[in-house]
């Protein structure tokens, strides 16, 4: 199958790949990049651990469709520390225990970040809103949700986005 | 947080504690914020080719034909493996330990046991390709009746689900139908019980449903090993594993992982490793096999369904005086980890609480369903929820605060507990008192003032008189339903099984050879090893010829066993 070309910016740099048609953006960014955040779950889009940020909204990788990320930002949870320091989001996930096997923890981060891009000061329900597309099977959600509440008291949405 | 109840047992632990009961960093929870951490599937090969299964539509068939040729000749496929091509095409997980007989293959050859049993493994240059010749397999099948219930498969003239075990039941020490226990006489005590409460409790298969599912990338290393990057809860036994069934010696398998995400008990099966590592040894190229969503949630092994018979006795004052379970473990079509699960649940009986008298039959059954595996407490977990709803249904039966009728009849310190152990570190009491309090729940202060520690021993820790059939054995399936023709003595026990002289092939349908059962007073001495050749002709056996030894204080518990003797006790006799 003839393949085609896509180039977007990932994490702040220009990559580009080659892709079938009906290739999905998980498997370009993972077997494609090599950015491994994003992690395959269901391929059917509801358990989360596929999240990225599409020009800041987050998306499930798995359902969308690699070549339609044409000269758009993606961003996954490998480019959210700068450098060796954490994102906010990051170092309150460590002190809350919010990451148990850490499989989900990726896409928890990156549809935390994009909540708190747009609304930095949630309240509980709207954290509970934002991360409901992703599943945590060791089902650990009440330290996830402290550590994004705690991440947006710490100015976290304001610092860093 | 956790809080240790000093006023309740002051010498329990060192208040001088580096880490335990303090708030410690995961030393992976680094890797994990920042996506660092690398799942088996987290990992970059050249020339990484996709292996994918043909499973059975079928939960029982015979496999006339199978016809793979234009599998093998579709684009982009490599390889296509049967069961021909796997060099030890039969396994049991816990034969690393001895324990069963291989029944299970990796691919199956002649019959299909359960729907979605793997037959054919493709592998071919891109997962869409692998799933595209999996169409153009061709396999003939000859629908069997299947049998899905526990009982009807114990039932003479069920479908053989599993030939290895033709009974559709696993071979405890390659002889016992079910795992057995016997402490007191609970056919007196339900006569002479105030009421007597049976009810049947029947679980559920539960999948673990990890968010990353089962898989295994393979791929050849420079020194001539494999590299398995490996999705198992156990790393090591799905090495040893695996090491069987592809037949290569385990130091060319180098095994990575720990990583695990998210196992629950569903990832110890090595669902994956071996044909993953058997396509890297046929292709000689980096090999991914991994099950997709609806592999996972249909035909990853989930916790077994089992079913639960318990009957109490139960005196108006609230004494439970005898209780006796029946219980049927669903294996599914293959062993993996019920024969395991039976024995858990055999040594958890009769729950917390101090019973004069108990009795258990339980059962590992075969049917054709997908084979069940580990899970979170299993064989304890079930059973714990059939015995404290029928706690709940006791309490109501004689009219007494469910809080309350925990406290009378749990375990105190220095009982002697079903299995012939004195009950130590003991706090069911307490448990209960606490979670009333903080509960709000209003119990009487003779509860209140209820201990684990000085209200257990004495009386409590008699062995009680335990009847046994003709051959003055409890466990022999031909003679179970026999009277009870003799008496255990009290404040005896009998020597483990393991320390008894194995004899071979004894099956039930075959003739069993006579073993004289020996008595010794506890505490148990160790027994000499059986050697054939120079062992005396057995004497038959007199009941009762000599007076039993004189009871021994019953507080003097067996030197604790470790190692290979603790497992050779609870798994049974070594096979090879």
């Known amino acids: 199958m003839a393949k085609l070309p896509v180039q977007f910016r990932l994490n702040g740099s220009d990559r580009a790949g080659f892709v079938d048609p009906a290739g999905n953006l998980l498997d370009l960014l993972r077997r494609g990049l090599g950015d491994f955040a994003p992690k395959y779950g269901c391929g059917q889009g509801t358990c989360g651990v596929c999240t990225v940020l599409i020009d800041g909204e987050p998306q499930l990788s798995c359902l969308t469709l690699a070549i339609s990320c044409e000269g758009r930002q993606i961003e996954t949870a490998s480019g959210m520390a700068d450098g060796p320091n954490l994102h906010p989001l990051q170092q309150a996930f460590m002190d809350n225990f919010a990451a148990q096997c850490g499989f989900c923890t990726p896409g928890m981060l990156t549809a935390a970040r994009a909540l708190l891009a747009k609304n930095p000061n949630p309240t509980r329900d709207e954290v509970v809103e934002a991360i409901s597309g992703n599943i945590c099977r060791c089902t650990g959600y009440e330290p996830i949700i402290a550590a994004i509440l705690a991440a947006a008291a710490g100015g976290a949405g304001m610092r860093r986005a | ?576």
């Open chain 2, 1 to 576: 947080m956790l809080e240790m109840r000093k006023d309740l047992f002051a010498d329990e632990r060192d208040d001088n504690l580096n880490v335990v009961g303090k708030g410690v960093q995961r030393q992976d929870a680094p890797g994990h914020v920042t996506a660092r951490t690398r799942f088996f599937d987290d990992h970059a090969f050249d020339g990484l080719l996709h292996l994918k299964v043909v499973r059975s539509p079928h939960h029982h068939a015979r496999i006339r034909a199978i016809d793979v040729s234009a599998a093998e000749r579709a684009p982009g496929v490599k390889r296509v493996l049967r069961g021909a091509d796997v060099p030890v095409n039969k396994n049991t997980l816990l034969s690393l330990i001895n324990f069963g007989k291989d029944d299970e293959p990796t691919l199956a050859v002649d019959k299909a046991r359960y729907k979605g049993e793997p037959i054919v493994a493709i592998i071919a240059d891109s997962e869409a390709e692998a799933l595209a010749a999996r169409k153009l397999v061709r396999i003939d099948y000859e629908p069997l009746n299947p049998v899905f219930d526990v009982e009807e498969a114990l039932k003479p003239g069920a479908p053989v689900v599993n030939e290895t075990y033709p009974g559709n039941y696993f071979e405890y020490h390659q002889r016992f139908d079910h795992q057995k226990l016997r402490f007191g006489d609970v056919e007196r005590a339900f006569a002479q019980a105030d009421h007597v409460v049976e009810h049947r409790y029947q679980m559920s298969p539960i999948e673990h449903a990890p968010t990353e599912t089962n898989g295994t990338i393979a791929a050849p290393e420079h020194n001539d090993r494999y590299v398995v990057h490996s999705c198992a809860q156990g790393l090591f036994f799905s090495l040893g594993t695996t090491a069987k069934i592809v037949d290569l010696e385990s130091n060319r398998l180098h095994f990575i992982g720990g990583t695990v995400g998210g196992g629950f008990g569903g990832k110890v099966d090595s669902l994956s490793e071996p044909l993953a590592v058997l396509g890297a040894m046929l292709t000689g190229r980096p090999v991914r096999y991994v099950l997709d969503r609806e592999e996972e949630m249909l035909y990853g092994s989930p916790r077994g369904a089992e079913r639960i018979y318990v009957k109490d006795g139960v005196m108006r004052d609230g004494r439970i005086v005898a209780r006796y379970i029946r219980s049927y473990f669903d294996a599914g079509a293959y062993t993996r980890l019920s024969s395991y699960a039976a024995i858990k649940c055999t040594a958890h009986v009769p729950g917390p609480y101090s019973i004069p008298n108990v009795a258990s039959d339980i059962y590992v059954a075969y049917t054709n369903r997908c084979p069940s595996t580990a899970m979170r407490g299993f064989g304890v977990t079930a059973v714990d929820f059939a015995l404290e709803v029928q706690m709940d249904r006791l309490a109501e039966a004689v009219n007494m605060d469910p809080m309350e009728f925990r406290i009378l009849n749990a375990y105190r310190d220095g009982d002697m507990k079903a299995h012939r152990r004195v009950a130590k570190n003991t706090a069911l009491v307490e448990c209960v008192q606490v979670a009333a309090e903080k509960a709000n729940w209003p119990i009487s202060e003779q509860a209140r003032r209820a201990s684990s520690l000085t209200e257990g021993g004495g009386e409590r820790a008699q062995i009680p008189a335990t009847p046994l059939d003709q051959r003055g054995q409890i466990g022999r399936p031909e003679s179970r339903n026999g009277p009870a023709t003799q008496t255990l003595p009290a404040g005896t026990t009998r020597i483990a099984l393991s320390k008894q002289p194995v004899f071979e092939g004894a099956r039930d349908s075959r003739p069993t050879p006579v073993q004289v059962p020996r008595y010794e007073p506890s505490p148990r001495q160790e027994a000499p090893r059986y050697d054939p050749a120079v062992a005396p002709p057995l004497p038959a056996y007199q009941p009762a010829a000599s007076p039993p030894p004189a009871a021994p204080p019953p507080t003097a518990p067996a030197q604790p066993q470790h190692g290979a003797v603790r497992f050779s006790s609870v798994f049974g006799t070594r096979r090879r």
